[in-house]
């Protein structure tokens, strides 16, 4: 049947023709609103268990004499997911090994990992370490692709560089190769480390992922600390409660305003929403912050539905501005389905105003709204493009896809439900799209826009990244998409380089921006793993939110 169209004096009705999408339905049903809040809480002979092991590696960190040690135990804390309990322990540790300048002579795995650790914790260190590893040719030497261990360790390193640092680059180039080789001849649990590096390095990886990977491969290394590993198996599963608490609370927020029925045209995804955002931040401490993120990002989804799939230029431009004035009093001119968003959007963002301001902080929602509207105007200019069959330029499209990505916005929201890092001057540092966003937003539209090519071209859209590029180019599918893998490269590049101190803003604030853009790394990594959640999605959403981890005592 037609839809009507619902005109503003609620007399007339016109015969509008609407696009339509046949999405993947909600593949969870009530699985996260089932369990009672009860089934949801942490024993308290584990959480005991727990703190205990906790303080034993506190321990294990403070008083470990080797320096080599040191810092394979900082990476084993780092990988299992447990380094935010230690950030002090580990924050001095790797300053006094930067002030010491401690050199490995040819161990270059040692080299490699102090070059990472020191990297990742926003040190400047410098990539001509590796020089030494190189022969007359100025080639890395033979006898370095014989230790396997070391060239992933290099691997890793080599994906912290910045423009300029050639050495990194080969580096890559030089350890992807070696690594691909050797691989057949491998045993685990090394071949699946080093496969899970070759699909993704640990600088792209989301955080809680990595930990229920690396948990399985570390209880298999013959090194390994037994404390350590039941630590990060129990805490793994303590975490996972209180997600699947949150998960529960805004799964039960999504219900009543029942979208999914009311709204049978758009995505019903508040499960993948939440997993998204979880990977933004995983840690207790951020948990308002994952909750009011989670329900921005299930609203912008709706609203990038309406916008593609349902609704008319003649609806979608007075909702724009509607939205631009954030006027409740015109939500009664609509039809239903804006009706239903528009009230969701207020009444949610009231909510958190409510919230905030008994803390002093609701000066943070003129920011949310600031960088809210923005999006509905960009997504209004894709749909006038495609209404009018315009074919915009690379630079026309990428100028308005950095906004339409929603990444500006996303990088600025996650900061609104934030303790005290999330000061004024981190909002208007963030509203101004600095250059660490910017290049989160290129790479979150050509992973998104290449992933999500061919589904969208099935229907009536605007031209595609890739489409626009081969027409202005005279290139191949294959050749536009390795220049965007180029230009997502250097993204990173540039996400590497605002990380290193002195950092525009504090670390916390500039890690959301990074674990944003390595979610969208991890989504779009083999389809839209959004719009399409039944094949790798779901099996992620499973090993993070559903399925405990064992802890063999």
């Not at 680059?169 to 190769?177: G, K, L, M, S, Y």
């Not at 050797?182 to 699946?192: K, V």
């Amino acid at each position: 049947m037609t839809p009507k169209k619902l005109h503003p004096e609620g007399n007339k009705t016109s015969e509008v023709v609407r696009r339509s999408v046949n999405y993947v339905p909600d593949i969870w049903g009530d699985r996260f609103v089932a369990s009672s809040p009860d089934d949801l809480k942490p024993d308290a002979q584990a959480q005991q268990r727990a703190n205990e092991l906790k303080e034993e590696v506190r321990k294990m960190l403070r008083n470990v004499d080797d320096h080599l040690q040191e810092l394979n135990l900082i990476d084993a804390v780092q990988r299992l997911g447990v380094a935010y309990h230690f950030e002090e322990e580990i924050a001095q540790a790797l300053l006094l090994i930067y002030k010491s300048g401690r050199d490995y002579g040819d161990d270059l795995h040692a080299v490699a990992l102090q070059f990472r650790l020191l990297r990742q914790e926003g040190y400047n260190v410098s990539p001509d370490v590796f020089m030494k590893f190189k022969d007359e040719e100025g080639k890395f030497k033979r006898t370095v692709a014989g230790n396997t261990r070391s060239l992933l360790s290099l691997y890793e390193a080599a994906h912290m560089g910045t423009h300029g640092e050639n050495i990194l680059d080969e580096a890559i180039a030089f350890t992807r190769e070696h690594l691909n080789s050797a691989l057949p001849c491998l045993n685990p649990p090394f071949s699946t480390l080093v496969e899970l590096a070759l699909e993704l390095p640990l600088r792209k990886r989301v955080e809680r992922l990595q930990s229920s990977y690396y948990i399985s491969i570390y209880q298999e290394d013959k090194d390994r600390s037994d404390i350590l590993l039941e630590f990060a198996k129990r805490d793994f599963n303590l975490l996972q409660l209180l997600h699947q608490e949150e998960l529960r609370e805004v799964s039960m927020w999504w219900k009543s305003w029942d979208f999914a029925e009311k709204l049978p045209f758009i995505r019903d995804r508040v499960v993948e929403c939440y997993f998204w955002i979880l990977g933004l931040y995983f840690e207790p401490q951020y948990s308002r912050a994952r909750k009011m993120m989670t329900k921005i990002i299930s609203l912008t989804s709706i609203m990038d539905d309406i916008y593609d799939v349902h609704g008319t230029l003649e609806e979608l431009e007075p909702y724009t501005d509607a939205i631009q004035r954030w006027d409740r009093s015109v939500i009664d001119q609509f039809p239903d389905y804006i009706k239903l968003h528009f009230s969701a959007l207020l009444d949610t963002v009231d909510k958190f105003e409510e919230e905030l301001a008994q803390e002093g902080k609701s000066y943070r929602i003129p920011y949310l709204k600031q960088v809210f509207k923005e999006v509905p105007k960009g997504y209004l200019i894709e749909e006038q493009w495609s209404n009018s069959g315009h074919v915009p330029t690379l630079e026309e499209y990428m100028t308005n896809a950095l906004i339409s990505s929603g990444c500006p916005m996303l990088c600025v929201v996650s900061y609104v439900g934030m303790g005290d890092v999330a000061t004024k001057e981190a909002f208007d540092w963030g509203v101004s799209i600095p250059k660490l966003i910017e290049a989160a937003s290129v790479i979150g539209r050509l992973r998104d826009d290449v992933a999500s090519n061919q589904l969208e071209q099935e229907r009536v859209h605007v031209a595609s990244i890739i489409q626009i590029y081969m027409n202005e180019n005279g290139s191949t599918y294959e050749e536009a998409c390795e220049k965007f893998k180029r230009m997502a490269a250097d993204a990173w590049k540039d996400i590497n380089k605002e990380c290193l101190k002195p950092t525009p803003a504090p670390m916390p604030l500039l890690m959301r921006i990074v674990n944003l853009t390595r979610t969208m790394e991890v989504m779009y990594q083999h389809r839209d793993g959004y719009t399409n959640p039944t094949y790798e999605t779901k099996e992620l959403i499973l090993s993070v939110l559903v399925n405990p981890i064992p802890v063999k005592l």
